[in-house]
């Protein structure tokens, strides 16, 4: 199993980026998909999750401008930025709870894509 992201890059303050992120491999079932954040000197933190039934859960410094979604059907995460800072400036990092055989989960990372905020 596999996660591949892409959409990263850099923005200008107040731009927006999409990012996706699809998994692909033997995969039976995908739980909960989410993306991570880690910036320079700081730790990994959680940005957005949402689960296979469509319930978000977002950090209090993103709520608002940013949005997840999934297709399942694809087996991919989105995250849309909106009104981006200087302070998203990080790398973001895809995860999701996978099973490729029935009630065996593991988590997952994709390799990370980097968002630059900056004029």
């Known amino acids: 199993v596999q996660l591949q992201a892409s959409g990263g890059g850099l923005v200008q303050p107040g731009g927006s980026l999409r990012l996706s992120c699809a998994a692909t491999?033997?995969?039976?079932?995908?739980?909960?998909m989410g993306w991570y954040r880690q910036a320079p000197g700081n730790k990994r933190e959680l940005v957005a999750q949402?689960?296979?039934?469509?319930?978000?859960n977002y950090a209090d410094s993103v709520k608002g401008r940013f949005t997840i979604s999934r297709d399942n059907a694809k087996n991919t995460v989105y995250l849309q930025m909106n009104s981006l800072k200087p302070e998203d400036t990080a790398v973001y990092y895809c995860?999701?709870?996978?099973?490729?055989?029935?009630?065996?989960?593991?988590?997952?990372w994709g390799q990370g894509t980097q968002v630059t905020v900056s004029s």
């Open positions: 491999g033997s995969i039976f079932s995908v739980n909960t």
């Open positions: 949402i689960t296979s039934g469509g319930s978000t």
């Open positions: 995860n999701a709870r996978i099973s490729s055989v029935p009630t065996s989960w593991s988590p997952y």
